[in-house]
Each structure stands twice: as C-alpha cells, then as structure tokens.
C-alpha cells in the first residue's frame, strides 16, 4: 500500500518560513522523482520537484525562497519554504512519479501566510 504523508502545514505570517515534509512508503524511494504541487482556488501547479539522482526544478514564484530536499535513507522529500507570502497560501502536495510506472499523490497540507 502505498502512502505518501505530508505534514508541517500551518499558519504563518508574511515573511516567515515552514518545512514542509513527506513520508513515502510502498514505493522505492529512491528510484522515485518527488515533488510538491499546490492548489488554491484553480488549477494545481508544480512548486518543486527534485529527480531521484538530485537534480532539481522550481516555480518560477518559488526560485530563491523554496529549497526541495530529500533522505533516501528516511524516505523523506522536503520543502523549505522562506520568505512566505499571501499568495502562497494553498494546499500543498507531494507527488511521486518513476516514468511510466508510478505516479501518487498524498492528501495534501495547508499552507495559510496570513497576518
């Protein structure tokens, strides 16, 4: 069964920051492209996505303020998000894709940078 976990969602005032974090299970990890998406009222957009050898892509809203991350050895992608703003805030997603095989995403997380 596979399981993708997201937690460290939260409220958070401008300029602040929060790391997001996603725990796989079922799947290989390490074999496995990672991403977060989000979705606020609209369509879900990419923020991130790190490949399964390190390389990594981002937003352009998210480039100089989001770091994605990953521990094979914990089965763990992560998302550092600094700088925070309004418009951030949306639910956010973590997604796992290896080509042709696979591709799964968790339950997601709120993200609210509010004052």
């Known amino acids: ?6 937690s ?17 299970s079922g799947i290989i990890f390490s074999m496995s492209a990672m991403g977060w998406y989000r979705q ?11 490949t399964s050898g390190g390389s990594t ?15 094979n050895a914990k089965n763990t992608v992560y998302l550092q998000m600094d700088s925070l703003k309004p418009e951030d805030t949306a639910v956010y997603y973590c997604h796992a894709e290896r080509g042709w095989l696979y591709n ?8 609210t940078v509010s004052s």
């Open 57 to 71: 892509n981002y937003a352009d809203s998210a480039k100089g303020r989001f770091t994605i991350s990953r521990d």
């Open 104 to 111: 799964y995403w968790g339950q997601g997380t709120q993200v």
């Open 40 to 50: 606020a009222p609209g369509q879900r957009e990419l923020v991130a996505k790190i």
């Open 1 to 6: 069964q596979v399981q993708l976990v997201e």
């Open 8 to 24: 460290g969602g939260g409220l958070v005032q401008p300029g602040g920051s929060l790391r997001l974090s996603c725990a796989a």
